[in-house]
């Protein structure tokens, strides 16, 4: 199983309204780098929730409950038959306590090289296990 880092921007639909909606689909990704790493996503995943804006911070966990698969919303394959624009359906599973923000994680070694740290702009990406245990005991996730 795989674990992933999925940045929100809570205004428009944050890690409540997940909570409150059940099982959503995860779209809008548009980023080639960002859609490489989704379309990698299986049923069974964890997924940290991370809200960017005044937040910027892990919040929450979440499961993937369904794969991923082609955007229905901007069909079609690529060259390789992959979805070009990818989603997948995930449900909230618990709140991080407490949240853990940028700039605590930008001042620990245990994130050093982390992506979200590295590549700022990318709005999914895969958590190495050493960076998932970090996040996991900070967060009680």
């Known amino acids: 199983m795989g674990t992933f880092l999925f940045k929100t921007e809570p205004g428009d639909f944050g890690f409540d ?4 909606a059940g099982p959503s689909v995860w ?3 548009s980023n080639p780098a960002a859609l490489i790493v989704l379309r990698t996503c299986r049923k069974g995943d964890d997924v940290f ?3 960017t804006g005044d937040e910027r911070a892990i919040v929450g966990l979440a499961t ?3 794969g991923a698969q082609e955007d229905p919303k ?3 394959l690529n060259d390789r038959g992959e979805p070009k624009f990818a989603v997948v359906t995930c449900k909230a599973v618990r709140a ?3 949240p853990l923000t940028l700039a605590e994680m930008k001042s620990e070694a ?4 982390f992506d979200l740290l590295r590549l700022p702009r990318l709005s999914v990406m ?6 998932e245990q970090a996040i996991r005991r900070r967060t009680g996730l």
Request: aromatic content about 6%; cysteine-free.
């Open 17 to 20: 309204d997940l909570k409150r």
């Open 27 to 29: 779209d809008g990704v």
């Open 49 to 51: 929730v991370y809200h």
């Open 64 to 66: 993937i409950t369904r």
């Open 74 to 76: 901007r069909p079609g």
């Open 96 to 98: 991080a306590k407490p």
């Open 110 to 113: 245990a994130f050093e090289g």
């Open 126 to 131: 895969a958590v190495p296990a050493k960076i």
